[in-house]
C-alpha cells in the first residue's frame, strides 16, 4: 500500500513531503501561515488557494486510511482510538480555522472580481460559512464517533448455520436457494440476530437523532431535515421536489414492482410471497455464480472494463496492483461497500463484501463506475473541485451498473445465465426505487417528528413502507421483522438523508444507457466529460454534459420507467 502512495501521490509544494499528521502541533504552523498570509491579486490567491487545496488533501487522505482501517477491521481497538483520536484531537480544531479561511476567501472575492470557474466552490463555501457555529463543533465530532458504532455492532452479527460461521453477507447466499424451507430458515436466523441488537441500534439512533437536532437548533434551523438540505448544499432542488419524487415513484413505479412480484408469485405456483421468497430464481434454477473469488472477480472485471474503454481497465489493474481493493465478506467487517477517494495518491479505494453472488457483481460495477469518476477527476485544479456532489457522484456509479451489463457475457458460461443476470438487474432498478422512496420519505418524517417514541418510529415506518411496497408480500411470523428492516439501511445512521441522490442518479443511470443503446461511442464520450468535471459546474450542467436532464418530474420518471420496462419485455422475448 505505501508503494502506490509514493508512486502516485501529488507532490507536495507547501508541506514537507515527510510530514505525517498526527496530532494538531504537525498541522498548525501551515494553517497560520495560509491565515497570515495577505492576498492583493488574483495571482496571490490562485497560489494561496493550491497551498489550501494541498493542507485539505493530505487531511482529508490521513482521516480516509483511519475510517478505511476501522471498516475494514471493526473489531481493531487501536483502528477505533486513531480514528476518535483524529475526530477529536484534529477535526474539531481544523473546524475552527476552515470557517477563518473561508472568511478570508469570502472577504477577498466580495471585494474583488473573482473568475467565472470559482463560482461553484465560492457558493458552497458561503453556505458553510452560514452553517458555521462554534457550539456545533463538539456534537459534530461526538456525532461522528458515534455514528462508527453502527459499523460495529452490523459488523459482529454473524449466524451459524450448518455449523459454520456466517457473516449475513454470506448468510443471505442461502436466500436464492431453491429448497423453500431452506430459504425459511436462514431469513429466520437472519432476522433473529438483526432483532437481537435493535434495543441498541434504537438507542444509538435516537442518541443521534438527538445530536443531529442539536445541530439544527444551534445552526437557526427549525428542524435537522431543513439544516441537512443545506448542510448537503443542494442548490438544485428542495425538500418539496422530493416529496414529488415520492409520490411519482408511488403512482408509476410500485405499480410495476407489484407486477414483477405478481409474476414471481405465479411462477413459483405460490399462493403467496414471504420475504424470503424474492430472491430466489423464479423459474427454481440455481442461483447464478459469476465468479468464484474475489481475484477472479478482480480478473473479470478488469477484462469487462477493457471491452468498454482501455482505460476503464487500468484504473482497476493499478489499484489491485497496490492493494486498494478489499472485497471479499468476513467477520469483523463493516457491511456494505464504498469507493472511497484519496485526494493526495489520486488513487480510490474500494471496499466491499463479496459472497460470490450476482449483487456482487453489480456492486463491482457500482463501486468501478465511482472509481472511473475518481481518476478521470484525478487532475483537476483543486481539491475542492474532486470534491463530488452525490447527486452525479451515483451517476457515474449506476450507470456504469447498466452500460457493464452490455458486456457481462464474460462472467456468464452461456446465454441463458446471461440472460437471467440483465433480468434480474432491471428488475432490480424497478424494485429499488420504492425502497429510496421509503428511506428518504421514513428520514423526512423522522426529522421533523422531533421527541417521537419508539413505537411511533416504528408505525410510522409500517405506514411509509407499505406505501411503496403494497401488501403483495406476506409478513406472517415475521412482522417484527419488517418492522425494523429500517435498521439494515447503514445510511440512516452514517450518512443521514443521504439516499435520495440514490434516485435522481438512477434516473440520470437510466437516461445514460438509453443513450449508450442508441449510440455507444457519443454516450460514452459525454459520460467521461461529464466526470472529467468533477464538481467545477452546476450540477445540472454536469447532467448536461452528460447528454441527460436533470429532471425528477412524475412524467420522466413515467418515461424513463418505461424504457426500463420495454426492455425487460425485449429480453424475456
Partial sequence: MNK???????????????????????????????????IKTLSDLDNWLTKRSEVEAVLEEDKAWLYINQSCHTDNHEYAEAFSNFVHEIDQRLSVAVNQL??????????????????????GIEKDIELFRDENIPVQAELEIKEQKYGNIAGAMTVNYENKNLTLQQAQNYLKETDRNVRENIFGLIAQRRLKDRDDLDELFNQLIGLRHKLALNAGFKNYLQYRFAQLKRFDYNIEDCIDFHNSVADHVTPLYNSILRKRKNKLKLDSLAPF???????????????????????KSILCFSEIDSEFSEFIRIMDANGYLDLDSRKGKAPGGYNYPLYESNVPFIFMNATNNLRDLETMMHEGGHTIHSFLSKDLKWVFYKELPAEIAEVASMSMELISMEHWHL???????????????????IGVLPWIATIDKFQHWIYTHVGHSINERNEAWNKIYDEFHGEFVAWKGFELAKTYLWQKQMHLFQFPLYYIEYG?????????????????????????????LGYSVSIPELFSAAGIKFDFSSQYIKELIYFVQNELDLIRN
Fill in 411 to 429: 462472467f456468464f458460461n452461456n446465454s441463458e445465465d446471461l440472460k437471467r443476470a440483465r433480468i434480474s438487474q432491471l428488475e432490480g432498478i
Fill in 504 to 532: 435522481i442518479a438512477q434516473l440520470g443511470a437510466i437516461a445514460i444507457w438509453k443513450n449508450y443503446r442508441e449510440n455507444p461511442k457519443n454516450a460514452l464520450n459525454a459520460y467521461k466529460k461529464a466526470l472529467s
Fill in 277 to 299: 421468497d424474492l430472491d430466489v430464481d423464479p423459474e427454481g434454477k440455481k442461483a447464478l455464480r459469476p465468479f468464484n473469488s474475489p481475484k477472479e472477480l478482480i480478473n
Fill in 4 to 38: 502506490l502512495r509514493e508512486h502516485r501521490k501529488q507532490t507536495r509544494k507547501f508541506l514537507p513531503a515527510e510530514l505525517s499528521v498526527n496530532n494538531w502541533p504537525d498541522i498548525e504552523p501551515y494553517i497560520n501561515e495560509l491565515l497570515g498570509t495577505e
Fill in 102 to 123: 473561508n472568511k478570508k476567501l469570502i472577504e477577498y472575492c466580495e471585494a474583488e472580481s473573482c473568475p467565472a470557474e470559482y463560482e461553484i466552490f465560492l457558493k
